[in-house]
């Protein structure tokens, strides 16, 4: 069993949370990622690994609250545990030879950027950082990108954080006043991807994609990570997830994507249905 030791909201709809595992923590590196059961018939998730500490023998995982498992996790408080923890498993983020890098992130793919940021900057190289949330109010990880990167911006889809517009806007406004990069590194959203990788690809900069976000069975076996990288097929979970994003088939990649939607809204629907039986059974509300 794998002890929760700490546990923080960091808004409404993503929780950070710290796990005993020490085979992990020694092992870990950014852009790898862990898979874990809450229990015996739990389905498997895969989750990046935000952070690992050797010291203390934990790892820091951040989620969002988007289906059946991830409500199931938020669930349980500190001193409860899960019932497997396993990797670190993926590929780390290629960082060596890196001088000066653009990270762009959004919604909760900053999660994924943060330990990247912070082994650039321990590899002495100056980071610009480019964060993009739908509103102020979830904005998550603000302070920790600000100590990691040398210029920051955070930008907002509508303005709330008093600079409007998507990550793409700040690097093609950099771009634009003749900031140069030896690499960047896009994390987030497909579509959010796809416009950084069409962004880049115009000013011949070579850019990392994390295709951590279609990843399910996380060992290769079940097929639903597949995607097409410079017309040869791979997956996500064994062969990256990172890889050259200007040859990633990012329209196949989203195609694939929406293929269980329906089910997803199924499994949510029955959690609501079993949440309710819960709290009337217990009396929670009666007089």
């Known amino acids: ?23 992990v923590a020694k092992a870990g590196k950014p852009g790898q990622f862990l898979i874990l059961r809450i229990d015996e018939r739990g389905e498997r998730v895969p989750l990046t690994l935000a952070a690992c500490d050797s010291v203390r023998g934990t790892v820091t995982i951040i989620f969002q609250k988007v289906g059946l498992t991830t409500h199931r996790l938020d669930e349980l ?12 498993l993926g590929r780390p983020t290629e960082i060596e030879g890196v001088k000066r890098a653009a990270l762009l992130a959004g919604g909760l793919g900053v999660a994924i950027a943060y330990p990247i940021a912070k082994a650039l900057k321990a590899h002495g190289a100056d980071v610009h950082g480019f964060l993009g949330f739908r509103s102020r109010d979830l904005i998550i990880l603000e302070d920790e990108f600000a100590e990691c990167c040398s210029t ?3 930008l907002t889809d509508d303005g709330s954080n008093g600079r409007k517009g998507f990550v793409t806007d700040g690097l093609r406004a950099a771009l634009e006043s003749g900031e140069r990069f ?34 399910i069975d996380g060992t290769g076996m079940c097929g639903c990570c597949r995607l097409t990288v410079g017309g040869r097929v791979k997956f996500a979970c064994v062969d990256g997830p990172d890889f050259d994003g ?8 989203m195609r694939r994507g929406s293929l269980y939607r329906d089910e997803e809204r199924r499994a949510m629907h029955e959690c609501r249905l079993v949440s309710a039986a819960i709290v009337q059974g217990s009396g929670v509300g009666e007089g």
């Open 152 to 154: 920051f911006d955070c």
């Open 246 to 253: 200007s040859l990633v088939d990012f329209d196949e990649a």
């Open 1 to 23: 069993m794998y002890r929760i030791v700490d546990k923080q909201p960091l808004n409404g709809e993503v929780t950070r949370m710290v796990i005993e595992a020490p085979r």
């Open 77 to 88: 408080d500190v001193g409860g545990s899960l019932r497997d923890v396993a990797g670190p």
């Open 182 to 215: 030896d690499r960047a590194f896009a994390i987030g959203p497909l579509p959010m991807m796809k416009a950084v990788c069409g962004l880049t690809g115009r000013f011949s900069l070579p850019t990392i994609v994390s295709m951590n976000s279609i990843m």
